[in-house]
Nanobody
């Protein structure tokens, strides 16, 4: 079993930056893919970014390409999401997730979830 705890959310102005962290428990985290999803009020949860277990391969939603960067350090059991050039439409609760192999974009395909952290971008 893997437990995920997100941190780093907050309020930021348009054009600003935030760095989200996801701390994982359990020795198996390094064998799992990790990802970030987000969900705004009244909307479905959507894929943001994912990274394979070694960190050599990443996948991004078109809406965040060039602005967000996902990275991980397996020695620290941590995944980060660096978010730059933030826009009001990035306002959401951001969730960390983990699964076996694959960088799938469908939330139902991910097995482990954190509790989420709120990101609010003011205009």
């Amino acid at each position: 079993q893997v437990q995920l705890v997100e941190s780093g959310g907050g309020l930021v102005q348009t054009g600003g930056s935030l760095r989200l962290s996801c701390a994982a428990s359990g020795s198996t985290f390094s064998y799992l893919s990790a990802g970030w999803f987000r969900q705004a009020p009244g909307k479905e949860r959507e894929f943001v970014a994912a990274i394979n277990r070694s960190g050599s391969t990443t996948n991004y939603a078109d809406s965040v390409k060039g602005r967000f960067t996902i990275s991980r350090d397996n020695a620290k059991n941590t995944v980060w999401l660096q978010m730059n050039s933030l826009k009001p439409e990035d306002t959401s609760v951001y969730y960390c997730a983990a699964r076996g192999l694959g960088l799938l974009t469908t939330p139902d395909e991910w097995h482990f979830w954190g509790q989420g952290t709120q990101v609010t971008v003011s205009s």
